[in-house]
């Protein structure tokens, strides 16, 4: 979604904001534009499209000056077009502002403007003439007072970035519901959405907090809030470096992740054993733990809570903890889920998981079940990010930076996480043996190794997608654990290839979907050994009777069964536990969206209409 980048204090501001921007583009964008603050005027460039039309519009007219933002642009009112590009200056030319999520209530604010004439169609421009106003009122022109006075008439959710004709060494920017990161290196002020745009420049960065404000300058930054009293960020040290962020010479960001995801698994199962003080059996621990163990033995029933991919590997953390812990769990969409009447209590565990932390919708729902005073545990990749510092607990996925739209590695390491946390609330609640968590654990190590394997599919997986990257309409099968990484099949072929595709419990299919099925259509079977593949089989007899071709995603001990019906199958390694198999399977699936994508010519790093990080709800 939209990025943010400024920079006070270097020779060449528009050249680092142009590389930021560059680091940023992953999130996903329409547009982008730059403005700078030379002292004597505020000049903007922006456009529609990728960078790359910026780029020429800034060569064929060069911005010089030490302080700039850019802003790459996820449009949410008005069309992506050069005029709703951001920055947007107000109509004196003194403030520019540029703008991440909504502010919900522009319309009452652009009507209390009177006349004022504005050149948008966005909700942000309003921001940039209420700063005008706002410092025109002051006695002693201050943005960073103009600013605190903005944002007690916003609302909705927020970061912003202002720069003022008469401060051109100062950046303001407030944060509301929204990532803002500041920081300070070698004598100039950096702040930005997201710390991928500054981490050639510094690793030591400071979070906002909702409701914080920073004036930054090329000596430092100060942090206020809204009443103007100084304030603590969440500062942190990035632990990942540049090389974690580049493309390591893959063609896509997103076949370096698919490659990445033993590593990332091993990581995320490193060190998760600590032994307890005075000796005995190792126990499973969380990174950070704000709650009583006792609160979780108090626990009835838990709700998951996320989006997207996410939300597949709640699916795999229901079965995981119903089986291990015995708790009932719901899965639940997390933008549906405070608009209907949530039954939470204190009793009730919410486990929130999303790869960025910053998922607008995810958080507002874990800070309504907090708000029923609900203990929250986040699930999370990116360190130090809103969803980790709210939440209770917290476990983190070391899957490095994602960078593709298109989420695979930290997929895969949720669903490590998921089952660690099974286990983890087994243990807690007595329900297994420190012995028996340990000796799933190890059993779990195994799962680097196995991947290893599947990957070595890539050749076969290649050639089914050459030969099916026409079919219009793709049906993924799968039951249990099968279910999850159907619907992330389908998921995948959607986001970075735009055909059709849906996912259905094998066994509901003859309750209707089945009636889509046609001479050749494609159908997908998850279908390793296990519990639930003599009825796997059966479901595949069913489409294949009626004409389908059945592409099988099986395991060697179903492979014998498989090629008797199905016209192809993948054979994957059997996984070290059932419910890790959805690790290994969930593989093929992300190498043949990614080779039908790039066969069909399409951006699989950033796929239409899609951001990596979606901060408005
Ligand atoms: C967007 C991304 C998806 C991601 C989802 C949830 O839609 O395109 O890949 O699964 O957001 O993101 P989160 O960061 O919360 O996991």
């Known amino acids: 979604m939209c990025g943010i980048i400024g920079i006070t204090g270097r020779e060449d501001a528009v050249e680092g904001i142009i590389r930021g921007l560059t680091r940023l583009e992953y999130r996903g964008y329409d547009s982008a534009g730059v403005v700078t603050n030379n002292g004597r005027d505020l000049r903007t460039i922006k456009r529609a499209g990728k960078l790359e039309v910026l780029r020429r519009a800034l060569d064929e007219q060069p911005l010089a000056a030490s302080t700039g933002i850019g802003h790459t642009r996820w449009a949410t009112h008005g069309e992506p077009n050069d005029r709703n590009a951001h920055p947007h200056v107000d109509p004196s030319g003194r403030v520019a502002v540029v703008h991440n999520g909504i502010i919900e209530n522009y319309q009452l604010l652009k009507a209390g403007l009177g006349d004022a004439r504005f050149a948008s169609d966005t909700d942000s ?70 710390v991928a745009a500054l981490i050639e420049h510094t690793r030591q960065v400071a979070a906002l907090l ?24 969440h500062r942190y040290t990035v632990d990942w470096d540049l090389d974690a962020a580049e493309k390591q010479g893959y063609d896509h960001f997103m076949l370096k992740e698919i490659h990445e995801q033993p590593q990332a698994v091993a990581d995320t199962l490193l060190d998760r054993l600590n032994a307890p003080p005075g000796g005995g059996v190792p126990r499973l621990h969380l990174d950070e733990l704000r709650l009583d163990e006792g609160e979780l033995r108090r626990i009835d029933k838990v709700f998951i809570l996320a989006c997207g991919t996410s939300l597949h590997a709640g699916m795999v953390g229901k079965l995981a903890i119903e089986h291990w812990a015995g708790i009932p769990v719901d899965v639940e969409v997390a933008s549906e889920f405070r608009y209907r009447d949530p039954i939470v209590d204190p009793h009730t565990l919410v486990i929130a998981i999303s790869q960025s932390g910053e998922t607008i919708d995810t958080i507002a729902a874990a800070s309504h079940a907090r708000d029923q005073r609900a ?13 980790a510092r709210q939440a209770d607990g917290v476990l983190y996925t070391h899957a490095g930076p994602e960078v593709a739209v298109a989420s695979t590695k930290a997929f895969t390491t949720q669903i490590v996480g998921c089952l660690l946390l099974g286990l983890y609330l087994a243990q807690v609640r007595g329900r297994m043996y420190a012995t028996e968590v340990s000796d799933i654990l190890a059993r779990l190590g195994q799962v680097p ?59 509901e299919m003859k309750h209707g979907p089945i009636a889509l099925i046609e001479p050749g259509s494609l159908v997908v079977a998850l279908a390793p050994a296990g519990h639930v593949f003599t009825k796997m089989v059966s479901n595949i007899q069913e489409v294949k009777a009626r004409g389908a071709a059945v592409l099988a995603i099986g395991s060697q001990g179903s492979v014998v069964a498989l090629k008797e019906h199905a016209d192809h199958v993948l054979t994957l390694p059997e996984p070290p536990h059932e419910l890790a198999g959805p690790v290994l ?33």
């Open 125 to 194: 421009e309003v921001a940039a003439h209420l700063a005008a106003r706002e410092l025109a009122a002051l006695d002693e022109p201050d943005l960073l007072t103009a600013v605190r006075r903005v944002v007690s008439q916003l609302e909705g959710a927020y970061s912003l970035c202002f720069v003022a004709l008469d401060e051109p060494d100062t950046i303001v920017v407030a944060k509301h519901e929204a990532p803002l990161i500041v920081a300070h290196a070698d004598g100039v002020g950096y702040c930005a959405s997201d």
């Open 210 to 233: 909702d409701g914080q404000i920073a004036r930054i300058t090329p000596e430092g930054f100060e942090v206020v809030d809204v009443d103007g009293a100084p304030v603590e960020p």
């Open 375 to 387: 203990p929250v545990i986040s699930l999370v990749n990116v360190v130090g990010s809103t969803l």
């Open 449 to 507: 190794a196995a991947l290893e394997q599947v990957l070595d599919l890539d050749g076969e997986v290649r050639e089914l997608a050459e030969r099916y990257h026409d079919s219009p309409y793709t049906m993924f099968i799968g039951r249990h654990a099968g279910l999850p990484i159907a619907m992330e099949g389908a998921l995948k072929l959607k986001e970075i290839s735009y055909l059709h595709a849906e996912a259905f419990p094998a066994g």
């Open 585 to 617: 399977s969930v593989v093929p699936l992300q190498l043949f969206s990614y080779h039908v994508a790039t066969r069909r010519g399409e951006d699989v790093d950033q796929p239409r209409n899609l951001a990596k990080t979606v901060t408005v709800e």
